[in-house]
């Protein structure tokens, strides 16, 4: 029976706080603005970290749904911490009480790392073609 109460409270309480947003259009350029001076503001604060997933990249999906992209679950689990001061945040900027908030885990791109001095005397001479010329001009041995 306490549960049903407490239900009943739960749903007055997201009703009340859905009169508190608007459902005013807004574009990308608005979006990305208040998106900023709230990772300002976290970065005035000393939460580096929370800023630096704020300066992921974002875009925005169907209407209301914002995509943040980031490239790792430690950084899904921070952003679950603030998520909701962030929703609250943008609902009342930009008075639009649809907006929610995704994010998408991207596989980060390994760089190539040569290793062995071979693998390191391809690699730049790819870059600088004209190693490969001084090396035969000069009768050097790259794995030495």
């Given at each position: 029976m306490a549960e049903?109460?407490?239900?009943?409270?739960e749903k007055k309480t997201e009703e009340q706080s859905q009169e508190l947003y608007g459902e005013d259009p807004f574009d990308a350029d608005q979006l990305r603005a208040s998106w900023n001076l709230f990772a300002e503001q976290k970065k005035q604060e000393g939460r580096d970290v929370e800023y630096a997933i704020l300066t992921q990249d974002f875009y925005l999906k169907e209407k209301y749904t914002i995509v943040l992209q980031l490239t790792n679950t430690v950084k899904?689990?921070?952003l679950d911490r603030f998520r909701s001061d962030l929703i609250t945040y943008l609902k009342t900027e930009l008075n639009n009480r649809h907006?929610?908030?995704e994010t998408e885990l991207l596989e980060e791109e390994k760089a190539y790392r040569p290793y062995t001095n071979k693998e390191k005397f391809e690699y730049l001479a790819?870059?600088?073609?004209?190693?490969?010329d001084l090396q035969e001009r000069l009768g050097l041995d790259p794995d030495l």
């Open positions: 049903a109460g407490r239900k009943k409270e899904i689990n921070i907006i929610q908030i790819t870059k600088k073609p004209i190693l490969k």
